[in-house]
């Protein structure tokens, strides 16, 4: 009989498998990401931040990145598939990982199910979507504001300032970026929904996808997401 995890190093040991979130911008995707890796101490990977490492590095996928970005192009599928597969082979992710930024196509992630296959991982993928509704996506983004002076963040409708419109801590007149009206919003989570329903479609026909109330209170979210890795198995 499995005794349950009773500390941060028994969860620390655990094998939870490599893990994809989904869901649109301001979901909550990066606070929950940062939660999973303190518990089970597994790392985070950014398709971004491998993109930038291999660049810095000048290994020889960083150079073909370079010289993709040098003409003005994209970096293709099977560059961006190789830093994954190079990444996701160190022993740091033994255990699993968070993969943040990919898959974003259904090619790559058919790329990813044989990938995974070939190396004859008993870890099951887990796929979770942090649903929330339109509207609050909309006040969590629109809502934001921020000091210029100390860099404190606020939200109108969820962490409003005492005083409103001014920074709690210096009386600041707080800050609204322009890529955060409500047209621009629109427009970035219409195109996420464009581009992630097909891969959503296809992590459910898997019968892996898993979706959360991301309209829940954080910590919340954050237990639902332990329970289930905890489970092992499938989600």
Same mark, same amino acid.
């Given at each position: 009989?499995?005794?349950?995890?009773?500390?941060?190093?028994?969860?620390?040991?655990?094998?939870?498998?490599? *893990? *994809?979130?989904?869901?649109?911008?301001? /979901?909550? $995707?990066?606070?929950?990401?940062?939660?999973?890796?303190?518990?089970?101490?597994?790392?985070?990977?950014?398709?971004?931040?491998?993109?930038?490492?291999? #660049?810095?590095l000048g290994t020889e996928l960083g150079k073909k990145a370079k010289?993709?970005?040098?003409?003005? $192009?994209?970096?293709?599928?099977?560059?961006?598939?190789?830093? #994954?597969?190079? !990444?996701? =082979?160190?022993?740091?992710?033994?255990?699993?990982?968070?993969?943040?930024?990919?898959?974003?196509?259904?090619?790559?992630?058919?790329?990813?199910?044989?990938?995974? /296959?070939?190396?004859?991982?008993?870890?099951?993928?887990?796929?979770?979507?942090?649903?929330?509704?339109?509207?609050?996506?909309?006040?969590?983004?629109?809502?934001r504001r921020t000091c210029p002076v100390c860099g404190a963040i606020?939200?109108?409708?969820?962490?409003?300032?005492?005083?409103?419109?001014?920074?709690?801590?210096?009386?600041?007149?707080?800050?609204?970026?322009?890529?955060?009206?409500?047209?621009? *919003?629109?427009?970035?989570?219409?195109?996420?929904? $464009?581009?992630?329903?097909?891969?959503?479609?296809?992590?459910?026909?898997?019968?892996?996808? !898993?979706?959360?109330?991301?309209? =829940?209170?954080?910590?919340? #979210?954050?237990?639902?997401?332990?329970?289930?890795?905890?489970?092992?198995?499938?989600?």
């Amino acid at each position: 009989m499995n005794t349950p995890a009773t500390s941060v190093a028994d969860y620390g040991a655990r094998a939870v498998g490599p *893990i *994809i979130l989904l869901g649109a911008p301001g /979901a909550g $995707k990066g606070t929950q990401a940062k939660k999973i890796v303190e518990r089970y101490s597994i790392p985070q990977i950014s398709t971004g931040d491998l993109l930038r490492e291999n #660049v810095r590095l000048g290994t020889e996928l960083g150079k073909k990145a370079k010289a993709v970005m040098d003409s003005g $192009k994209l970096v293709s599928d099977d560059l961006v598939c190789d830093m #994954v597969a190079e !990444r996701v =082979a160190r022993p740091d992710c033994a255990r699993g990982y968070i993969l943040d930024g990919f898959p974003r196509t259904v090619a790559q992630a058919e790329w990813l199910d044989g990938f995974l /296959a070939a190396r004859g991982s008993k870890l099951p993928l887990r796929v979770i979507k942090m649903s929330v509704d339109y509207d609050k996506l909309l006040k969590r983004l629109t809502g934001r504001r921020t000091c210029p002076v100390c860099g404190a963040i606020y939200n109108i409708y969820t962490n409003p300032p005492k005083k409103d419109e001014l920074c709690d801590n210096d009386g600041s007149k707080l800050t609204f970026r322009k890529d955060d009206s409500e047209e621009a *919003i629109g427009t970035r989570l219409q195109a996420y929904e $464009k581009e992630t329903l097909p891969l959503t479609d296809y992590y459910r026909q898997r019968g892996i996808l !898993r979706e959360v109330d991301g309209d =829940a209170a954080p910590e919340e #979210v954050t237990t639902e997401l332990f329970n289930s890795l905890d489970r092992g198995g499938a989600l």
